[in-house]
């Protein structure tokens, strides 16, 4: 039976790399074609590991297919000397291939003229590909770097496994988490998106290196953002993950995590939290503010629909610095009808360092003939929170899928100008953090739906014309707790 495989797969592979030589951009073909204990070695520098032979410069689309891949933890093609091409794809249908970048050494992706994916890891569903494929790529190198850069505001980097097979079954897995450097001025920053029509379930991983800048030129929108992990225009999909390194500056305008149809997390990769304290340093391109920050949200659905969003941003273990304009955790779709049953879940968590946003949304019902549910959730375990203009929780027009906002502080600091109850389940729980809120928190006739003071918490409060402006359905406390107002 091997050997009937052996003789099938030259006829499969030239059939993969005929349909992939045929989406690539313009620029010479390099494949790579070196085997461990066959070749002389496994060099990029080496003219005979390529087909056809030759080492790819500038004007080369790298591509990594079936020929000599290897298993995991073996290296199998090192880049030994600084090399610049125009494409990188790993795109095999079976097996792995490990990319290891020397000390000093730096892989260049240059490629301004063209509107494509400079980096990919996916077959895209080439001949060959099975529904339940699952492959895993590395690019590792301490003193390594990989450097992409673009002045296209259409060129994207993508880790995506799609197929017209069942949600779930399929991945595509890049891990760099064993790179030292990676730097990116791109377009785009795509981690399981596929926006076109069609099955098609993109499912991607992307463990980031150790250290990492990332600056992304497009405004987008958040039907289109600049950084978006888990986006599909046709068919869901679920397992979709941009893990961060230890030391991260991202600089981008538009952010969704977990957008229409599909689930999405952002987080620091819990090997680097085991060891180290990681940061975030988060900015917009455009202005110094993230314009759009969002988490589970289907408001970019055209059409009612049934299938969910889900999406988490957790960034426990580290520490974040982020300046955002406008965040929504749990956006529900737009359009009515019956059909319309998928619901929009999204949560953020922190533990340490500060989140500065002007305007948040937690729960938000867009159209009240949508009888999907929609549920936002903000955990404080540490650091400060601080919302600028009104954090509004759990929005809800009185009719259709019920909203849920939540807030929980636990050790760590929320200062809001305003807390807005949304007509929804709205609920504030405080459990040894503190809770600062400068003017109103919920009025009648939207009182919040429950206020809980805990394990030693504070809520400090103002007063205006000796009245204190909050409204609360339901109030409890331990009697530990603290509340404080202030004239």
Known sequence: MKKNLLLLKPVLLAVVAAVISSVLPAGAQSLWNATNGVSANTNWSTPANWSPSGVPGASSNVLFLDTAVTAPGTIDNVVDVNTTILRLAYRQTNGVHNTLILPGVTLAISNSLVATNLLVAGTENAPGSPTTLIVTNTISGVGGTLAITSTNNGSSVNVRQITSGSAGSHLSVLDMSGLDNFSATIGNFYVGVFGGTGVTRPQGVWFLARTNSITLLTSGTKLAPSLDVGDTGSSPDVGNTLALGITNTITADTIVIGNQRSGGIFDFNPAFTNITTPSLYLRGNTNSRVTTFNIGDNSSASAAIGSSCSGVVNFSGGTVDAMVASMAI??????????????????????????????????????????????????????????????????????????????????????????????????????????????????????????????????????????????????????????????
């Open 330 to 487: 749990g956006d529900g779709q737009p359009v009515a009808g019956s059909t319309a049953t998928g619901t929009a879940t999204g949560t953020l968590t922190m533990t340490a360092g500060k989140f500065d946003v002007n305007t948040l949304e937690v729960g938000f019902q867009n159209n009240t003939g949508v009888p999907a549910a929609n549920t936002g959730t903000v955990n404080i375990n540490g650091g400060t929170l601080t919302v600028n203009t009104s954090l509004r929780l759990a929005f809800y027009g009185g009719s259709g899928g019920l909203s849920h906002g939540t807030l929980n502080v636990t050790n760590g600091t929320v200062r809001a100008n305003a807390i807005v109850a949304g007509g929804g389940t709205s609920t504030v729980n405080l459990t040894g953090g503190t809770l600062i809120v400068t003017n109103t928190m919920g009025a009648a006739p939207s009182s919040l739906t429950s206020l809980s003071v805990n394990n030693g918490a504070t809520l400090q409060l103002s007063a205006a014309s000796g009245v204190t402006p909050v409204a609360v359905t339901n109030l409890a406390s331990d009697n530990s707790g603290v509340i404080n107002i202030s004239s």
